[in-house]
């Protein structure tokens, strides 16, 4: 039971400090919000607050958990005394019994459901993934790891922040019962929306909608970040509606706030302080004024996250955008092949399956709205009243990141005002709202769920309370939904602390205390990608000559000056004099655009490491080579897998300083290859610091390793349910 | 056509039509009764009850067709599970709505007929029809489609006479169940909802007739159709014509080339008939029947033309009961409007001669539908003794499968083992239609139990 109480108290002391900070927050502000909405607000205005200062500490690498308990509880002691100085606040207009006993009902089941579900070990596969796989690195260094390559670590980490409080008293399920306190604060903010602006039934209709939603419920128990994503973005939402009403410059301040912790939670609600600058601006008076006291308190939140990446990779909006601020960490190349995979519907046959599926079914778009939200079109009817307007217009730009990813999940910050629209498009009609309420909560219950759904759809599909109250040992627990979760131990017996592994998909690297590059996540791992797949996918098989008449140049270089999608891609720069290559020295100067990071990959006389443009085919992509001392060449070799739509052209470095084309003639030819190309790729993955393989059975490479693990040189270490661990020799 | 009584319950003295409504109504229902408790299982209930009531959830949602009324098996998986698995228990709620159904058919006679002939003439024509005496008891969703829109129509014409919002409710939801009872009534529940939602449109009522039918349909469908396949919806008769002549033999028991034009000729001349009293008499209170009724029945068979040409979909057959009620009470309305005495009188003969003929074939016993499969539970019970508790393979005629099913579950023998391979491998009992006959012959099987329909051979 310590256990137990260690994580309830990491996550309970978590929420009070938020609470603590946003009382605070609401106090200085001096603003004048109804009891109930007061202690929400202030619990999300103060969750992104916490998240601030955590950056800051993690910035400057003191996140420790005596700096969270003292400075935590200062906080809260500050705000309790603040607290009792305060007049009491006023109740929201009130609302029938009859209507309030169902909710509280409902909400209650759906609440001891979720609580224990949320209790349990982490199972998500992204909680246990990266979002608590950085907690656990920031854990580990005290703040930021600066050393670690992954594109999910240069992501905004406002919630993460959060969890790194919790985690330092409880644990992966400390941190999840964080992200299970703003999945509470969200329904209940809906009723107080309801309540203030006259729509209270269509606002306990909505949080039900809204809480039992499986997607919705099956996130909130995760230690993910949609749920708070979506609560900060419905409370700016809710506080520029009472912005509306009252004019308080003061809450202008606390929706800045709001703003910026929307986009320092996850990068999908960068839209939110865009809308709410609109929305303010809509006021003719004071209009640069309001623009400010938005703009400035959002900026602040918003500025560790970009600041941050600006510093440390060149790239204030990593891992995107890396066209336009090219940068070592992450290729433009990988940016857009990762967005073009979210972005697709996957085993979609017409478009009318898509409702479908995120009302439904769920198996393709991984998660559930559950069926009532199939009435979204008649939310339109809500098109008479101004809030409904409002509502549908809010719905529109937060459900535009759904667009950029297919999940389910993506849709959920549009999910609060859909569901406020159907409530009050159907608010007239007698006992509608009860009926669908009560049927939504009916058929979204995991049981019955589970009667409908696809079977593989993500989803809440048992009551763990044994493994929540840790009656039963974690492990087989964590195991019988995480099956890789079997290679922890071999892995932290076989792998020495310190090394780092090699896996093509991700993994649970909350629970693995060894570092793992993934492939698609950073430079390094699309780098170790290339190398293991070259003996199979691309062997550099072909030559490229370019031969001219003898010149004496000091730099020499292969243009492109073609389109294509195709990477243009050089495993070795080969510059020759009557037939014989010219030796190269540690003087050569050789670089490349774009992606001239890894430039010497085509000078290093490996085949299985290469240099590639990482990006589609375009003029002006160049490889080259500077010469210390003017020297006689003839030809030009590029051993290479070639990409066909290209046009290269050889050209040379006059005296003058000026780059003159000489040829774009070419004979390809298929060189005479050699051998040993496994033990090559195995040679350079310990170059790189990578000893250690996590393989699925379905990799590429999985076969030609098992077939030939003597010329790759591994030894196998362990498997679990068909990933293996292999040890390269 | 006027209500003649503004209050529809019980008047202080009975009169003899009214007492005799009520014996036949008594009567029926407990005819009813028994033919719920005694009849064998039809193939329809057995296949409803193998696919979609016995299976757990999951499976049973898995897959959709048009066999499947929704409501039907909704209510029969609660009756199924509360009680016993029985025919009666299976047939259930297919027996209350029967109740429900007579008792809508009776107050609606004796609020717009009057307490005479011409109400219980009504009363005999709306519940005397075979087809109709089936859906009182048989575990289908025809009967409580059958009250549903019953009630709905009624509870739209007491609205018509004094405004109700909570009737109109009601009818709305009533209107709903219909569709979800069987999506036969899809045509003729629209037209209900279109032509009543025009009336007080135009009377100036607010109301949410067409909200609270869509919502109804919305929870109670949209699970089960989830994984509803076209191609297994379009299952019916291929023309309008076809589908009157379907209903024409079902009624009267036989099916001549000269009834099914007749039949197509007075559907045709009722509908016309209707379309030029609605118009006429548009805009009278005290004609709602008249106009209401002279709507619907045109404006249903101008749906199932749309749908069919635009959607593909097939004409009801067993479904197509609705025209009954929707028919019976046009002519009537019609007739009685004329106020000429002769043609009552040829009417009310017309009638009675009517219901003679209904009475004449009145399905006492079997189910019209399925009359080869009367013999299912004898079969069942001789099988369940020779069989005992030992394990056995059956070989079912792929007709008699679900009736075999059905009563595997219902003996719980779950030691017959049906296979669906050929008859033509050996087995230690056959279960054979007429069609499989000749295997008996071949194979030199000895019959233990024989009908009309079924065999059982060893």
Redesign the interface.
Known sequence: MREVADILYGAAFTVAVCLALGSLLLQRLRLTLYRGEAALLGFVSGAGCLGFLMAILCTLHVARKGVFQWGGLAVVVLAIYQFRRLPRRRSLPAISFSWLVPFYLIFSAYLVYYFFNALAPEISPDGSGYHLGNVVRMWKAHGFDWHYPSMYAYLSQGTEMLFLCAFAFGRHSAAALVHFAWLCTLPLLIVCWGRRFHHPKAGIFAAILIFAAPVIGKDGISAYNDIATATLIYAVFYLLKVWDEEKSTNLLILIGILSGAAYATKYTAFLTLPFAALWVLRTPASRLRHLLLVALPALLLIAPWTLRNSFWLGNPFAPFFNSLFPNAFYHPGMERIYAETLKHYTGIQHNWQIP?ELT??GGLVSGIFG?TF??APLALLALRLKSGRQLLLAALVFAFPAYLNSGTRFLIPAAPFVALAIGIA?A?????LP??AL?HAF?CWPA?L???CDPWNWRISEFPYRAALRKEPSYPFILKHIPEFGLKVPIELNVPPGERIFSFAGRPEAYIDREIIISYESTLGNLAQEILWTPQAHRPEHAQHFKFLAVTTRGVRVRNAAYGTEFWTVAEFRLRSQGREVPRTPGWRVSASPNGWESPLAFDNSYTTRWSAWENLAPRQRIQVELPEPQTLDEVVLDCAPAWNAHLQVEILLDSGRWVPITDTVETALADFPRGIRRSAARDLKALGLRYLLINQGDMVYEDMRKYPAYWGITELSEANGTHLFRLD | MEPTSSDSTEPVSASRAVIAARCLLGALLAISLVRAMTQSVTPGEAWNFDRFVAP???EA?SRFDINNHVLNTLLVRISTARFHLTELSLRLPSLLAGALYLLAVYRLARRWFGDGLPFLSVIGLLTLNPLVVDALSEARGYGLALAAWTWALYLILESTQSFN?RNL?LAGVCLGLSVVASLAFAACAVALLLVSTVWFVAEGRRQ?LP??MF?TL??LL??PV?RAQWATLAVGAKSLGRALDGLADLSLGTSHEILHLGGRAAAVAAALAGLVFCVRYWRRREDALLVIAGAILPLSFVLLLLSHDYLHTPFPQQGAVFLVPMSMLLVTSIILKFRMKAAQITYLVLCAMLCACYLAIFPFGMYTAAPEFAGGRTLAKSLRQKAGTANVRLGVSLDAEPVVNYYRWRYRQSNWQAERKPLTETYDYYVLTPADAALIEQRHLHVLYRDRGLTLAQ
């Open positions: 479908l439904l079914r069926p199939l009435l159907f007239e009609v007698p006992g509608a009926a669908l049927f058929v019955v589970s009667t409908y | 757990p959830w999951a949602l919002r409710n949410k909200q609270l919502l919305f929870v949209i699970l989830n």
